[in-house]
């Protein structure tokens, strides 16, 4: 049984990530969002039933699809969206934007914009662990597009024959872009590709944040206790098209619809009344919270500087050394 | 002072920096006890300092990388090695993509020590997957330093002072040098990054050449002097940083300049030291610039063939003749 406190704090935590999205999306709509923008509405329960069992010291990689990984992982979400509004305040000072976000005090070793690339990075952090003998754990993100990538394959078995405390976790949205699964996989559940590298995985509802947090607690113990690497499958459905201007009409109206019913955060709601965990009041409240705080970091974003134009020519070595080319 | 192949010499780099810092760690296609190494740069790591820090591993080289880029930014100083240096393809993302450029994409967050190891090089008849020269590809990809030595003494003091450093490195080892001997200190000592060698001196032509066509350029040099003409042969050690005022120096003291590589020559790097030179020395040059480098094939197979394609001294010596007088 999961504690009070731990059911609301990942409630907050699925509301804190929707309305983040909600006011990025309508930010972009008066065109202050430059590039590109791939939103994680719909999705919510996967990052925060997953990062609801990692200490602050464990690592997670992430992917374009990456602005509720961050706030999951517990980053600030200010700086988060100045990095998406390409501010100097921002993570990367503006030198990542919205597919690149990072921040290494709390762990989160980056979104890579190379669908799969993260999935090598991830067991690299692992054997990086288990050479320092320390008892951290990395959750490695990707789609299920990615898990077409030769980066999959290399990087899970290398993670599988070492034993790497590393737990990956598919959200599988069913589109990659605008391809549906069927078209490019021969099977149903991406979990099926862990027997391949002899290591369990499991597919679960991906919607449904504590059927994440039951499947993550399982793979974060088994990795932190040495008992290797786990696939979970998490079914999902993004509530948006895939990037900035996909309109998304490549999948039907029911299908769509149907989605929209299993919402995570309006199920994960009806739970927690039934649970006892939550009134309504409390709900409003907490909804009260979550946008204020998106405002603040609205707020913090608008009135950060831009870079420099000169500041694109640093950070491309460590310093010290740089001073050394001529 | 000690005479040592630079096999031997990789081998005391690795090995020293393995015992100075427990961080350091090797990860490679059979370089652990049961081969050391294709090269056998790595024999007897393993025995010395366990499976773990120098680990055998799948034949993916784009997770080699990437396994690496996640050690380097979480702690450790892996030293990855490619077996030859065309596999490289195969981890091009890891490499170029994530290597080089997580620093700079996160704002500086993060360094990334990572060093990969790599032979390139033809002359062995094993034709074009295993004979490339591809240092051109690593050196246009800023955030990325690249290193070319071509003796001993600089392959350890260079290897040295790669796995020490904060970014990551891709380190060339040419397959025909392996073998080659030179004299190296028995003291401790590292070979900075960015600083040119000016290998023999000379005042009529200056001979710029990297890894093995360093040597062929000094055999060239001897047999010019016969016929009285004084070349100076400059080895930049590293392309990236490359200390081009080394470079610049050594033209306006000769007034010519022979550019000798190994890699095909279209947009390779004699072409960027020639755009140098034209940039930053034109008014100091008594003739054209001339290049000697591979012609833009595959590398191929049969002797001849390949004997054919490779610079060799006769044809380094032709060019410097065509530009002294």
């Given at each position: 049984?999961?504690e009070k ?12 990530i929707?309305?983040f ?10 065109n ?7 939103l ?47 501010k ?37 952090a ?24 030769g ?13 790497l405390?590393v ?8 589109y ?9 996989m021969?099977?149903e ?9 002899g ?10 944040v504590?059927?994440?947090y039951e499947?993550?607690s ?12 786990t696939?979970i499958?998490?079914?999902t ?26 919402d995570?955060?309006p ?12 009134k ?22 608008m009135?950060s500087?831009f870079?420099q ?10 310093e ?7 | ?20 810092d ?17 090269f ?8 010395e ?48 993509n ?22 390139f ?9 295993h004979?490339q ?9 800023p955030?990325?330093?690249?290193a ?8 350890k ?31 401790e ?20 050449a990297?890894?093995?066509?360093v ?7 001897q ?22 005022s080394?470079i610049?120096?050594?033209v306006?003291?000769?007034?010519r ?5 190994e ?16 940039e ?19 590398i ?6 390949e ?19």
């Open positions: 049984m999961v406190t731990k059911l609301l704090e990942m409630y907050r935590g699925m509301l804190q929707r309305f999205e909600e006011k990025v999306f309508e930010l972009y709509g008066q202050l969002v430059p590039g590109t923008i791939h994680y509405a719909g999705e919510e329960a996967v990052a925060v039933g997953v990062c609801a069992n990692l200490r602050r010291d464990d690592y997670i990689t992430s992917t374009h699809r990456g602005h509720g990984h961050c706030i999951a992982k517990g980053a600030d979400m200010r700086r988060v969206m100045a990095e998406i509004l390409g100097k305040t921002g993570y990367c000072k503006g030198k990542g934007g919205s597919m690149h976000i990072a921040d290494f005090s709390i762990g989160m070793l980056g979104a890579t914009a190379v669908v799969g690339a993260g999935i090598p990075i991830a067991a690299g692992g054997l990086s662990v288990r050479l320092r003998g320390t008892d951290q754990v990395v959750a490695c993100f990707f789609g299920e597009g990615a898990s077409n990538q980066t999959f394959h290399e990087g899970v078995n290398m993670a599988a024959i070492w034993r405390p737990v990956f976790v598919c959200e599988n949205n069913l990659a872009m605008g391809t549906r699964q069927n078209i490019v021969g099977i559940n991406i979990a099926d590709r862990a027997a391949a590298y290591i369990p995985g499991v597919t679960v509802d991906g919607n449904d504590l059927a994440v499947a993550a399982e793979a974060v113990n088994r990795a932190r206790q040495g008992g290797g690497p696939l499958e998490c079914k459905y993004r509530q948006k098209g895939h990037s900035r201007f996909d309109p998304a009409t490549y999948r039907p109206r029911d299908e769509v619809e149907e989605w929209l019913k299993k995570p955060i199920r994960f709601k009806t739970k927690l009344i039934q649970m006892g965990a939550l309504e009041g409390e709900d409003e409240k907490l909804r009260r919270e979550a946008a204020a705080a998106v405002e603040e970091a609205v707020k913090f974003a009135e500087p870079p134009p000169e500041e694109a020519l640093e950070d491309v070595y460590v010290e050394e740089s001073a050394s080319r001529k | 002072m000690k005479e040592i192949t630079i096999r031997e010499a990789l081998r005391e780099a690795l090995r020293e920096e393995m015992h100075r427990k961080t350091v760690f090797l990860l490679g296609e059979d370089i652990g006890r049961y081969w050391g190494g294709a056998g740069v790595t024999k007897g790591l393993a025995e300092f366990g499976d773990e820090r120098v680990r055998d591993t799948p034949i993916s080289e784009s997770a080699i990388i990437g396994v690496g880029v996640g050690a380097a930014i979480t702690g450790m100083r892996p030293v990855a090695e490619i077996m030859f240096g065309d596999l490289s393809a195969l981890a091009m993302d890891q490499i170029c994530q290597a080089a450029k997580i620093r700079y994409m996160f704002g500086g967050q993060v360094k990334v020590p990572l060093v990969i190891r790599t032979p090089g033809a002359g062995v008849n094993i034709a074009s997957h004979s020269s591809l240092e051109a590809w690593f050196m246009h990809t955030g990325l330093y690249v070319v030595p071509s003796t001993p003494y600089d392959a003091g260079l290897l040295k002072t790669a796995i020490r450093g904060t970014n990551p490195v891709f380190f060339v080892e040419h397959k025909l040098l392996y073998p080659v001997k030179g004299m190296i200190s028995e003291e000592y590292n070979v900075p990054f960015g600083v040119a060698e000016v290998k023999k001196e000379g005042a009529d032509v200056t001979i710029f990297t890894l093995y066509m040597h062929k350029a000094l055999a060239a040099a047999k010019l002097s016969k016929d009285g003409v004084s070349a100076e042969v400059v080895d930049p050690r590293t392309l990236s940083p490359l200390d081009k080394t610049v120096k050594s306006k003291k000769t007034g300049i022979v550019i000798v590589t890699d095909c020559k279209t947009a390779g790097v004699s072409a960027e030291i020639a755009a140098i030179v034209a930053e020395a034109l008014d100091y040059l008594d003739a054209p610039i001339r290049r000697v480098a591979e012609p833009d094939t595959p191929p197979f049969s002797p001849p063939l004997q054919f394609v490779i610079p060799d001294e006769r044809s380094i010596i032709k060019a410097v003749k065509g530009v002294v007088h």
